[in-house]
Structures are given as C-alpha cells and as structure tokens.
C-alpha cells in the first residue's frame, strides 16, 4: 500500500492526522525518549517513539515541517524516514543492515575472544607457562574486539556524552573502556590484584584477573550476542504484524468481456468482475455473483473451519478460495479493503505506547545515571574497605554491567507487539497497547443487543393457521407475496419457505402498503402480509393470541390474509449471531458479569438474556442513556467493556474502560471503540479478554524478571562475588529472555480452534 493510500486509510478509520517516522540507530529505550524529547520541541508538535517498534507517531506535522522533523531526529543522532506501509524498504533495509553489522562484528569477536580468553585464562592460571610479552601479545589480539567490534557501543556512548544523557551503552561502553585501560596499565606498571574472582568452579588464583582482556573482549563477545539475537527476535515479532500485510493479492483475474486478463492488484478498480480459481487469495472484498466454495478465512479471523460462499454473499480481500471457483464483483480495492485497513489499524496500535511502558521509559532515564554513580561508590567503597586498585575497579565494571536495564525497556513492548500481532490474526483489531492494558482487567462485560448479540437478520419462528389451512400453505401464500419485496420480513419468509422446499407460485399485481406490508394476486386470489393495520376483519380468537403471546416473548407477528380472511401469522425474530451462546459462557468461566443493554422492551431484552445466560438485563434504555449505564455500573467499582455496532452505541462505547466494536457497525462506532471484532461469531469477545489477560501476564512476568533480576544481581555483583565476564553474560542473557517470553504469545489459540482441537483429539 502506497503513503498517500495508507495515511487516507488511517485518517478515515481515527480522524486524525499523523505522521509515522521510521526510526535508526535506536538501542535502547532511552534512545527512543532521546526521540522523542527533540521531536517534541518542534512548535505545535506531538510525538510518541516506540524503541521496539523503532517508529514514531507524530501529529502536527504538514508537508514542510516533516523534512524539519527528520532533521531534529538526525541532529539528535539518529536517522528518520517517512514509513511506507508494510512494503517499507528503508525500514527493512535499515533493519537488514544492523542485523547484517552485528552479525559481522559478532562473528570477528567470537573468533578472537574465544582464542583470547582461553590463552589468558590458561597462563594467568599456570604462571609457568608464560612467555616474555605474552601480554602485549594479547593486547593485539584484543584490539580489534574492543575498538571495531564495540564500535556501536562507543559511537552511541559519545553520542550520548555530546547530548549530556546516558543510555544502557555508556554503560556498556564504559565497562569495556574501564576493562580494556586498567589491562594496560597492569602491563605498564606491573601491577598484580590478589586473589581472583568466582567462576563457578571456585576461586581462581592470584594473579589470575591482572589482565582484564578477557573481561574486555567477552563483555563485547556476550553483548553483541544479545543484540543481535535481540534485533532478529523483535524482527520475528513485528514479522506477527507483516504477515497481515502479506496476505494481500498481488494480481487479480479480471474478467473481460472477450476474455480473462490477470493484472497487477493496483489495477483493479471497483465494480470490476474478478475471477478467483481454487487456491487462490481473493484481491478484493466484494460480492459472489457466480460459483460457490469454501473458502479459508483462517488468517484473518482465526476460523478453523473453512466458510461456504455461493451467489449473493460477500468474501474479503486476503482469504483464500480452497475448492470451487468463484466470480465477484469488487466493492472496494486496495487500501480501503478490510484487510488493508486492519493492517493499518494494527500498525498504529503496535506503533503507540502504553501506560506501563511510559512509566519504564522514565525509570530507565534515571536509571543509567543512578547505575554510574552506584558503580563508582562501589569502588570507592572496597578502596576504603581495604582492597587494592584492581580488586576495586574490577567489582566496579562488574556493577556497571549487570545492571543495565536493556532487560526493563524490552519488557512491555516486545510483549504488547506480539500481543497486538497477534491478535490481528485472530480477527481482534486492537487500536492502541493501552486497551490491551485496559481490557486485562475488566470485570463486566456489557452487551448490545441488536446488531452485537443478534445478526440484524430477521427469521421465521413459528407459523399459526385457522383451521382449514396448513402452516406449510401459509407459509406458501406469504412468501408468494414476499417474493416482490426486499424488506427484512420479506426475505425472512423467502428464506423460511426455500428450507421447506415450498414451490411459490408466481405473483401478480404486487404492491408494496408503505409501514403497513404488501399486497399481491397469487392464483387469482388477493393476498396480504402485513401488520394488524391490513386486517379488514378481527383476526381469529386463537391467531390473535398467538401473536399476543410472541410479542410478550419480544417477538414480532406479520398477519396473512387472503380475500379478506385472515388464515394465518408469521412470528418472526432476529436471529442470533454465531457462538453467542457459548461466548457468554465463557465470558461467565472468565470471573466476568454479563449485562444485556438495549432499547427493546422489557420482554424482547429477558428473552435474549434467558436464552444466553446472561446476568443482568437494563432494558428500554434511550441512545443518550446508554453511557450513564455505564457510568452506573462503574460507580459501582466495575470496570467495565461495552460491546456495540450501532451510532447509538459510540457514546457508551467511549465512556467504558473498554469498548469493543463490531467490525461491520457505523463507522462511529468504529472510531470510538479501543477494539475491533472482525470475526462475525462473538466467540471473539472472549478470546480478546483471555489474549489481552495472556499479554498483561507476559508483562508483569517480563517487568518481575528485569526488575527482580537487577534487584538480585546489583547486590551480589557489588559483594565482589561476580566475574565482570559472567555479569555481562547474564545482561544479554536476561534480554533475549524477556524477548522470547514475548514470543510465546504467537502460541495462543482461538477458543473454537482449541475446541476444534480438542474434538479432533477425541477421534484420534
């Protein structure tokens, strides 16, 4: 999807007007405060820099003041570019390049530090074995490792100094300054510590931590590992969100009058008839006008099953025909297709920050400086206490590298990144991090009713006939008339008599009564369907109370009369969506109330709500009502997600902790709410409060790790007990943990794959 495409797209879906920067150079999340701290000084401009996501959303910004911004972002020390949408190559190629870096510096500083560590470590351990200049032999050795394979740190440590700030690099850099200078000035002055460091298999000699090469070399070695498995895991986890991207067509076959012409997806225009052969993805969402399939809509809305289409229903860009070919006619293309536009919603979402990860962006601005001077007390501290230059300094660098947050400004992102990605897959558009947040710890799920819980589809219920008429002949004469009519009941009767297999015989003469139903001649008789008002007589005593009973129930009733004689009613009702019966009950398995919200009456609300097994019912509540409800609700303690489609819906919708809207309501309904359901069961509902409580887990079990982890080893490193080697080691370490903790998220399972599984199990 080209810019332009894509910021229209965003524009219509959010209302408002932002600007997405990719963002290099970045290495940890105090790089991306240093970001967004210069973006910021722009008159009029706002900006928020996600480190994992290495973007930046950025309002206030017109075609002028963008060159401006990528300015200020370069004159901080880093590169920016206009994001391109999915098909961005200066992202990738940036992404690719330090990738590729890292690999290259890595693989030079294993192949020197592992010769290098095992040399010192076997002559500072066997004195005897030395040879005159053995340590300026290793100096050589380790000079490529700690000026050209650090470089990246250095580079970004005298960025910092200039920009007065200090980031998890000063750190890192300063330690293998530190370890590198004290190893030549042992060498110059001949100085030699006492006795060495732990190493899990004991203490090692004196003399056996005189040369801090090794230290030097491996905190470069161990370091550039964690990045560079770091940068291919986040890769991995924005890859969640590239592959809806990815499921777009690159080619339609259009379908000519005199032929079948297979072109770029770019050319495709609407209203085109397309023609989709077995296995191939659908370009455009449209309508099936020829052919019928089952057609995989997996990928998007995580269905396991595969869904029947034929003539008449619509399918979406980005699903794949399985077996039959069909032909539809493009309603929209490109960037306004469903698929383009969830793609856009969940880049902004994985690109926005939450609240947790702004509070871990502040701690870790104060949290290097802190790390420095605790460094330096600590050293100060074992001088005082009686231990030589060496000892000191080598506990200091140990501190120093052990206490680098890298582990804390990773926690929250990779998480929410994943958990966003996700969540796209599993046709859970969720619009910002901080509705994951929010929706992790609800308590009350609010439900509308029409258009939500039920399909807006109406269906025959029951049919009642006067003696001397069948239900089936009824059934016929009513859908006889129907048959001229596109009006919801219309198509209901229509439906109910194709189940039947009832011939309708033709019409004649058909006239639709305007709020009242229709009339028409069928086989030389007048027939009517309608409401009371057609009725030229009282309906007979048992019809009368057969439709007095259905509107009790919240039902509906249409009268059949046939030369003035009523012979017969239809009750009708809306019919319920998809899975709302089992969604419920798994909402009820998740600790959380259910309440059915609607302007129904009473009868019509407590039936739904009987049949679903849902708690409470608030019914005949007024459009302007709907958020003082909700209001009501959180008074009492409750936090609170709204589920709704309709324009009435997106006041409640904004004023819940959470709301949720169904992909195929108002396009205001789909502005006010924090989450977009796309898939059409309300199986759906549940699998995004079980997601987004899956992610909060993640994060708080990432956030224990990184704080638990500097809390516990800050502490054993100053006690003089830790190797700066092991230190650096388990600071990488800990890093690519938090990442693939992170990862696991692209594990979860829809609630109905999990029972497809589940059955699937059963019969093996």
């Given amino acids: 999807m080209s810019e332009t495409a894509q910021a229209t797209a965003e524009n219509q879906l959010n209302g408002e007007d932002l600007t997405e920067l990719d963002i290099s150079g970045m290495t940890c999340s105090a790089c991306a405060r240093r970001v967004e701290k210069a973006l910021n000084r722009m008159d009029g401009v706002t900006a928020?820099?996600?480190?994992?996501?290495?973007?930046?959303?950025?309002?206030?910004?017109?075609?002028?003041?963008?060159?401006?911004?990528?300015?200020?972002?370069?004159?901080?020390?880093?590169?920016?570019?206009?994001?391109?949408?999915?098909?961005?190559?200066?992202?990738?190629?940036?992404?690719?390049?330090?990738?590729?870096?890292?690999?290259?510096?890595?693989?030079?500083?294993a192949l020197l530090t592992v010769p290098l560590m095992d040399v010192t470590i076997v002559l500072a351990l066997v004195p005897d074995w030395r040879f005159p200049g053995w340590e300026w032999a290793s100096v050589l050795l380790s000079l490529p490792v700690v000026v050209w394979a650090a470089w990246p740190f250095h580079r970004a440590a005298w960025r910092n100094v200039r920009h007065q700030t200090g980031t998890m690099d000063t750190l890192v850099s300063l330690g293998i300054i530190v370890s590198f200078v004290w190893a030549i000035v042992t060498i110059v002055t001949g100085q030699s510590s006492g006795a060495g460091y732990w190493l899990g298999f004991?203490?090692?000699?004196?003399?056996?931590?005189?040369?801090?090469?090794?230290?030097?070399?491996?905190?470069?070695?161990?370091?550039?590992a964690g990045r560079y498995f770091e940068a291919r895991s986040r890769r991995r986890a924005g890859d969640v969100l590239g592959a809806l991207g990815a499921l777009a067509a690159r080619t339609a076959r259009v379908r000519r009058p005199d032929s079948e012409q297979v072109v770029p997806i770019e050319r495709l225009r609407r209203g085109e008839e397309c023609v989709v052969l077995p296995g191939e993805t659908i370009p455009a969402d449209g309508v099936v006008i020829e052919g019928a399939a089952e057609v995989d809509t997996s990928m998007m809305t995580g269905e396991p099953l595969p869904v029947r289409v034929a003539a008449d229903d619509r399918v979406t860009a980005g699903t794949i025909s399985t077996n039959g070919r069909l032909v539809l006619r493009a309603e929209s293309v490109g960037a306004n297709t469903q698929l383009?536009?969830?793609?856009?919603?969940?880049?902004?979402?994985?690109?926005?920050?939450?609240?947790?990860?702004?509070?871990?962006?502040?701690?870790?601005?104060?949290?290097?400086?802190?790390?420095?001077?605790?460094?330096?007390?600590?050293?100060?501290?074992?001088?005082?206490?009686?231990?030589?230059?060496?000892?000191a300094i080598g506990v200091g660098i140990s501190v120093l590298i052990i206490a680098c947050p890298c582990a804390m400004g990773l926690a929250t992102p990779t998480a929410l990144m994943v958990g966003v990605g996700r969540g796209a897959s599993l046709g859970i558009l969720v619009r910002g991090q901080d509705a994951l947040e929010a929706s992790g710890r609800i308590t009350t799920v609010v439900l509308d009713k029409t258009g939500t819980l039920t399909s807006g589809r109406m269906a025959v219920r029951r049919v009642l006939a006067t003696p001397g008429w069948t239900q089936r002949e009824v059934l016929r004469q009513a859908a006889a008339v129907e048959q001229g009519s596109e009006h919801l009941i219309a198509r209901a009767v229509t439906r109910a008599a194709e189940g039947k297999d009832i011939a309708v015989p033709r019409l004649e003469d058909f006239t639709a009564q305007v709020g009242r139903g229709a009339r028409a001649t069928v086989g030389g008789r007048v027939v009517t369907v309608g409401s009371a008002d057609v009725l030229e007589h009282p309906a007979p005593p048992a019809i009368a109370a057969g439709v007095r009973a259905a509107e009790e129930e919240g039902r509906g009733a249409v009268y059949v009369v046939v030369d003035g004689e009523t012979i017969g009613a239809l009750v009708l009702s809306d019919v319920l969506r998809s899975g709302a019966r089992e969604a419920v009950a798994l909402l009820h398995e998740q600790g959380l109330r259910t309440v059915l919200l609607t302007g129904d009456g009473e009868a019509a609300a407590r039936r739904v709500a009987d049949e679903l097994g849902i708690d409470d019912v608030r019914?005949?509540?007024?459009?302007?009502?709907?958020?003082?409800?909700?209001?009501?609700?959180?008074?009492?303690?409750?936090?609170?997600?709204?589920?709704?489609?309709?324009?009435?819906?997106?006041?409640?919708?904004?004023?819940?902790?959470?709301?949720?809207?169904?992909?195929?309501?108002?396009?205001?309904?789909?502005?006010?709410?924090?989450?977009?359901?796309?898939?059409?069961?309300?199986?759906?509902?549940?699998?995004?409060?079980?997601?987004?409580?899956?992610?909060?887990?993640?994060?708080?079990?990432?956030?224990?790790?990184?704080?638990?982890?500097?809390l516990a080893a800050i502490p054993i490193a100053a006690a003089g007990l830790l190797n700066p080697l092991i230190s650096a080691a388990a600071m990488s370490l800990s890093s690519v943990l938090v990442v693939t903790n992170s990862l696991r998220l692209q594990n979860v399972r829809s609630a109905a794959e999990r029972v497809q599984r589940g059955q699937q199990a059963v019969q093996d």
């Avoid at 004991?202 to 550039?224: K, R």
């Avoid at 709907?626 to 709704?644: C, F, H, P, S, W």
């Fill in 340 to 391: 383009a536009r969830m793609a856009v919603l969940a880049e902004d979402a994985q690109a926005r920050k939450s609240r947790v990860e702004r509070l871990v962006d502040r701690i870790t601005v104060v949290f290097v400086p802190a790390v420095i001077g605790l460094a330096i007390l600590v050293t100060i501290g074992w001088l005082i206490g009686g231990a030589d230059l060496g000892r």
């Fill in 202 to 224: 004991g203490t090692t000699p004196g003399g056996a931590d005189a040369l801090y090469l090794d230290v030097a070399c491996g905190m470069t070695t161990f370091q550039l």
């Fill in 619 to 710: 019914a005949r509540v007024l459009p302007t009502g709907k958020a003082n409800a909700i209001t009501d609700l959180q008074r009492e303690g409750q936090r609170v997600a709204m589920v709704g489609d309709g324009v009435n819906d997106a006041v409640a919708l904004s004023t819940a902790d959470l709301g949720m809207a169904m992909w195929n309501g108002t396009d205001i309904a789909l502005k006010s709410a924090d989450i977009i359901l796309v898939r059409e069961d309300l199986m759906v509902i549940p699998d995004a409060i079980a997601l987004s409580r899956r992610t909060l887990s993640t994060i708080h079990m990432n956030l224990a790790w990184a704080f638990g982890y500097n």
């Fill in 48 to 109: 928020s820099v996600n480190y994992a996501t290495e973007r930046a959303i950025v309002s206030g910004l017109g075609q002028r003041e963008i060159t401006a911004a990528i300015r200020q972002v370069e004159g901080a020390g880093y590169g920016a570019h206009v994001h391109q949408g999915p098909e961005d190559t200066w992202s990738k190629r940036a992404s690719e390049e330090r990738i590729t870096s890292l690999r290259r510096r890595l693989i030079v500083a």
